[in-house]
């Protein structure tokens, strides 16, 4: 069954906009943490959410991805609503994340947390018989294989390397063929090398599969080079869109948000 | 000497995580301690600070010893300790967190009251009641700054300064070490940004699965493409 | 009718104090150490009972004798506090919570024999207070002058206490090393003096409330335990760590204790559950408590890889089978009936072990289903007639229910909410069962619960009962492997990626806790036919904590862990019986001894032996991530 229903939801086509977000808005004890934010991602292209410290990142990011109830607006995945969702349901349709600080499930080996994922979109979980370990192995090393990890797939998540582990992660987030990707700061704790492969890497993936992709990234290099555009936000409001180009020589960007360049590499 | 280290071994659970590192600062200095994700940055700080004891080899404060004392007899040596996740009290308001750290002064280092950190860090003085949770990551990296200099330290260990934080910040960030480095203090940084290392350190150690592998400048490693390659994977 | 409800509404306020003392000093102690003081019950009843003594010593009569004696005896217990903190806690802070909870449960064992020996086993009854001896007029009641006065004591001790945390440098030290321990010792403050502070001053409230209950209620040994599993519920209601809310509920729950037992004498203690209930819904973390955020936990090292058993195992768990099918051809009867009885505790420690061990949820409370189960049984045989196989049936359903109405509550909690919440409706079983004395017999028991004629005999009821158990222990390690069991693990490895690839973490938690709530229901059917009667003490805390020594011990992480632990705990503890009168004191002191001398359990110590042995690279791999802050 769960095959007919991924392979029945045909791969977007670049150009539509997946993620539609209007006029979104949060307040935490009279401080307005998000405060009407509107933007759109299209299939197939990245988008950086940046902006200071404080600037409502995380409180827009929970608002799309179920953990957090907005107070207004709206949020559209494919043309369907999913405002106020909860992270579960969000995720059945169609939405996959990675986080800040790897989750992963440290008792199970790399292929047995792809397995777990593919065996919640399967359905399978309430299955009180049968091994899990057996269930969905080809369709994880084929996942495994994506993002160049399949020779890991019997080591414990608890012993990758730190970039290793933030490949797993990619590969549990493209179980459920998700339309919508976001990452929470993708690159944080990374080498520069690093961060540089793992975003080149979503970006081919999120290419041949139309996939869109919403991240937040304090590292300047990642977003000026592996994003299509650039969304800053600052005091929760949405104070620049543009390409990468067109952000970084936005003024009130610099003030706000980039600064001299001096220490991030010099833009 | 303002802390020497030799042959350092330190366990986390059952891993070996440092493996005979030894270094040595003198007063005044930045020095940038570089390495990836994993390479025992943080232990070293943490074994510095007693918070993991040391399996073998010495630290030397001032000539003194403290590997086996106690974290808190090690902080009242003259160590400051800044973690890189924060660890603001966030129930406590900015006030009542300086005030935990509050120690006597001390001979030849800046005597620190909530007025001279105010003047040192504008925005904190403006918020003097506001519980730590209720702060953004920039203002709480600042507080625990700040909290960590109310001890009157004459070393002080920064685990990730930057990490996670804008680029504005991490500026100011750059400009406070400076300034703790103007008032005389010695300053161990932790970080993997070179940018920021270059910017604020007068000497750099490069450390991978446990051991030192490079001592030199700041120039000395912008020189040397092969260290930065094989170490620091830029 | 109006002052009825004033009266009694006054009667809950002054019965409040003391629980209001004992749940604050609990609370204020596990804020700062993060252990759960299973023992403060035991300091309260210390406190009556240094009260009684020293009061009848300095002058029953006497104004300064009595307040002097009930102020000595809270500082005696103080300082009883310093010195567990000394000689116990302060070497397992860094054991796991559980063994921490064990040590302050082995306290309580201790306590309770000391006590004996000092102050025998009959109740002694204390004074009454010099200046209040009189009554007031009251809405046309007699109302004792003690009581007001008690009812001044809650929100005085309030005060002082708010004083004291927001005003005083030890209060903000207090409430900075709440939240995070560690680092308020690298900003330079004594760890170690404000730990034992902080213990020694919750102690002596424990002792305080105690000794002022002394006017009040004749002191005796069961206070202890009954004063804990109420401290417990006072403390998830008002909020972990939170003391104003500590008073609220302490307020709310004396309340109802007041007017339940005037309205609906017999179930009180439903009525408690249900308030509970109702808060825990709306607030999951207490009427004034907050979410643990952040490093209020610290994060322990990663959950180690679960890997099906290997042939050598397989042959090994086959083997063990094998020899025990064919004991009852050379055992005699009465180590058969100790067999059957071993082999009932494994599949009780098992059923524990798979919430425990797959699925993160300890609980203090899993004899509630065992006793479910075995009143199950009881009361299909004494009121339904039924005969044994009917009997075994049904029973586990009993216990099976009850798991789907606690563990829907628990589910909502974690860690040591959830734990001290278990315990608080296992007291609840207990409770009804010693209460309810027309369906339970409640002291007395039920008798007479004996197997069907075939399986009468000790080599029949052997052979039923490993059939029984082996198919249960086999089924819950299958479910383990399951996807339901993979499902469980990720819920508890790390709840937030679980529910982003949409697992339902709290419903399958409970469904794992109604799984284990049936096994033990089974465990506890058979125990019931094999000893022929049961007693509301197949319920109580002990047989509880006895689960809990049995997984301990074999490890948590091992799935045949609980089995060998079962074997080894149920053997000790029986030979220990035999052996001493005051064979609590010995087991408290086993226990205690246990976990300082491997603050990792045996097993885990033990592989943490082999390991340095061999030290494995990936290992180091795990360990240097997480030291380096998980990143």
Not at chain 1, 125 to 132: D, E, L, N, Q, V
Not at chain 2, 128 to 135: F, N
Not at chain 3, 383 to 387: C, E, K, N, S, T
């Given at each position: 069954m769960s095959v007919v229903l991924q392979q029945s939801r045909a791969p977007a086509m670049a150009g539509d906009p997946v993620l539609v977000v209007r006029d979104l808005a949060k307040s935490f004890g009279g401080v307005?943490?998000?405060?009407g934010v509107s933007f759109s991602v299209e299939a197939g292209t990245m988008l950086a959410l940046i902006g200071p410290n404080g600037a409502g990142k995380t409180t827009c990011f929970n608002m799309l991805n179920g953990q957090l109830r907005p107070d207004k607006g709206e949020v559209l995945l494919g043309g369907r609503p999913i405002t106020g969702m909860k992270p579960r349901a969000v995720w059945r349709m169609g939405v996959g994340r990675t986080f800040q600080i790897t989750a992963t499930f440290?008792?199970?080996?790399v292929r047995e947390n792809v397995q777990m994922a593919l065996i919640s979109h399967a359905g399978?979980?309430?299955?009180?018989?049968?091994?899990?370990?057996?269930?969905h192995k080809a369709a994880a090393d084929a996942l495994l294989a994506q993002v160049g990890m399949v020779e890991q797939a019997?080591?414990?998540?608890?012993?990758?390397?730190y970039g290793d582990l933030k490949r797993v992660e990619l590969a549990v987030a493209l179980a459920n063929q998700p339309k919508l990707l976001l990452m929470d700061e993708?690159?944080?704790?990374?080498a520069p090398r690093e961060r540089i492969e793992l975003m080149a890497l979503t970006a081919e993936i999120a290419a041949a599969k139309g996939i869109a992709v919403l991240f937040t990234e304090h590292d300047m290099d990642v977003v000026f080079t592996h994003s299509d555009s650039v969304i800053v936000l600052d005091r929760g409001l949405l104070i620049a869109h543009g390409t990468a180009e067109e952000v970084r020589r936005d003024p009130n960007v610099r003030a706000v948000y980039?600064?001299?360049?001096a220490t991030s590499g010099g833009h | 000497m303002m802390l020497e280290i030799t042959a350092l071994d330190a366990y986390y659970g059952r891993a070996?995580?440092?493996?005979g590192l030894s270094f040595s600062m003198s007063r005044g200095e930045v020095l940038a301690l570089m390495g990836r994700n994993g390479a025992g940055k943080s232990t070293t700080m943490k074994a510095i600070m007693g918070l993991v004891p040391p399996a073998g080899g010495t630290v030397s404060f001032e000539d003194q010893r403290v590997d086996g004392r106690e974290p808190f007899e090690i902080a009242r040596m003259g160590i400051g300790y800044v973690p890189e996740?924060?660890?603001?009290?966030?129930?406590?308001?900015v006030m009542e967190n300086l005030s935990v750290a509050q120690r006597p002064p001390r001979a030849d280092v800046p005597h620190w009251t909530p007025e001279r950190l105010f003047a040192l860090f504008p925005n904190l003085g403006r918020m003097?009641?506001?519980?730590?949770?209720?702060?953004s990551g920039g203002e709480q990296q600042m507080l625990t700054i700040a909290r960590t200099l109310m001890g009157n330290p004459k070393l002080v260990l920064l685990d990730e300064?930057?990490?996670?934080?804008a680029p504005v910040i991490v500026e100011e960030m750059a400009r406070t070490i400076l300034a703790l480095k103007g008032e005389g203090l010695s300053v161990l940084i932790s970080e993997q940004n070179l940018h920021f290392a270059g910017n604020v350190a007068d000497r750099a150690a490069i450390i991978e699965k446990g051991m030192i592998r490079f001592t030199g400048t700041m120039d000395e490693l912008k020189a040397n493409e092969a260290v930065r390659s094989q170490y620091l994977s830029v | 009718m109006i002052d009825l409800i004033l009266t009694q509404t006054l009667n809950g306020l002054a019965s409040a104090s003391s629980l209001f003392l004992v749940a604050s000093g609990l609370s204020i102690i596990f804020g700062v150490?993060?252990?759960?003081?299973?023992a403060h019950g035991s300091l309260y009843m210390l406190g009556a009972y240094l009260a009684w003594t020293l009061v009848s010593y300095l002058g029953p009569a006497d104004t300064f004798g009595f307040w002097g004696g009930v102020l000595l005896a809270a500082l005696l217990v103080g300082l009883a506090g310093v010195l567990i903190e000394v000689l116990i806690l302060r070497r397992i802070y860094q054991a796991p919570e559980l063994f921490q909870l064990l040590a302050t449960f082995g306290v309580v064992l201790m306590l309770q024999d000391l006590a004996l020996a000092t102050w025998g086993p009959e109740d002694k009854l204390g004074p009454r207070a010099p200046g209040f001896k009189s009554f007031v007029i009251l809405f046309d009641n007699r109302f004792p002058t003690y009581e007001l006065f008690l009812i001044a004591v809650g929100p005085l001790v309030l005060g002082l206490l708010w004083f004291l945390f927001q005003k005083t440098r030890w209060g903000t030290l207090v409430r900075a090393a709440t939240q995070d321990r560690e680092m308020v010792g690298a900003l330079g403050v004594n760890q170690r003096l404000l730990f034992t502070s902080v213990f020694a001053f919750g102690s002596m409230l424990a002792g305080l409330g105690g000794a002022l209950q002394l006017p009040r209620e004749a002191v005796n040994l069961h206070m202890d335990l009954a004063m804990i599993s109420e401290a417990f519920v006072v403390v998830v209601v008002g909020g972990l760590g939170s003391v104003t809310g500590a008073y609220l509920a302490a307020v709310l729950i004396g309340i109802l204790h007041a007017f339940g037992i005037l309205i609906f004498p017999k179930i009180t203690l439903v009525l408690v559950f249900l308030v509970m209930a109702v808060v825990l819904v709306v607030k999951p973390y207490g009427l004034m408590g907050r979410a643990p955020v952040g490093h209020a936990r610290g994060h322990g090292p990663a959950e180690p890889l679960l890997l099906p058993a290997d042939r050598l195992t397989k042959l090994a768990g086959l083997l063990a089978l094998a020899l025990l099918a064919l004991t009852p051809i050379f055992a005699p009867d009465y180590l058969l009936s100790t067999l059957t009885e071993l082999i009932i505790f494994a599949l009780f420690a098992a059923s524990l072990h798979f919430m425990m061990g797959p699925g993160g949820m300890a609980s203090f409370g899993h004899a509630a289903y065992f006793g479910l189960g075995a009143y199950g049984a009881a009361l299909a045989v004494k009121?339904?007639?039924?005969?044994m196989e009917p009997a075994l049936v049904f029973a586990p359903f009993l216990a099976g229910i009850a798991g789907v109405v606690f563990g829907w509550f628990c589910v909502r909690l974690s860690g040591v909410y959830l734990a001290m919440l278990t315990l608080a409706f296992a007291q609840i079983a207990w409770a009804t069962a010693f209460q309810w004395v027309e369906l339970t017999?409640?002291?007395n028991g039920i008798l007479g619960v004996w197997p069907s004629a075939w399986a009468s005999s000790k080599t029949a009821y052997f052979y039923l009962t490993l059939g029984v158990c082996a198919v249960s222990i086999v089924a819950l390690r299958l479910t383990i492997f399951s996807p339901l069991g993979y499902g469980l693990r990720a819920a508890r490895d790390n709840p937030l990626r679980a529910e982003a690839i949409g697992l339902d973490v709290m419903r399958i938690q409970w469904v794992a806790f109604i799984v284990a709530a049936f096994a033990a229901g089974i465990a506890g059917a058979l125990f019931a036919f094999s000893k022929g009667s049961v007693f509301p003490t197949y319920m109580a805390i002990p047989r509880s904590v006895d689960a809990l020594l049995m997984v301990l011990l074999g490890g948590?992480?091992?799935?045949?862990g609980p089995i060998i632990g079962a074997f080894a705990y149920a053997g000790l503890s029986e030979q220990l019986m035999k052996a001493t009168m005051y064979w609590r004191f010995g087991l408290g002191l086993s226990i205690v001894l246990l976990v300082i001398l491997f603050p990792r359990g045996l097993v885990g110590g033990s592989l943490l032996l082999v390991e340095r042995w061999c030290r494995r690279p990936e290992a180091a791999a795990t360990a240097r991530l997480a030291a380096e802050g998980g990143r």
């Open positions: 307005r943490a998000v405060d440290t008792s199970m080996t399978e979980i309430w299955s009180p018989f049968g091994r899990a370990r057996d269930r019997e080591r414990a998540c608890g012993v990758l390397a993708p690159t944080a704790g990374m980039l600064g001299s360049g | 070996h995580i440092l493996q996740d924060r660890r603001v009290f966030s129930e406590l308001s003097r009641d506001r519980p730590g949770g209720a702060m300064p930057s990490e996670g934080l | 150490t993060r252990i759960v003081n299973f009121w339904l007639g039924a005969p017999g409640g002291d948590v992480q091992t799935v045949s």
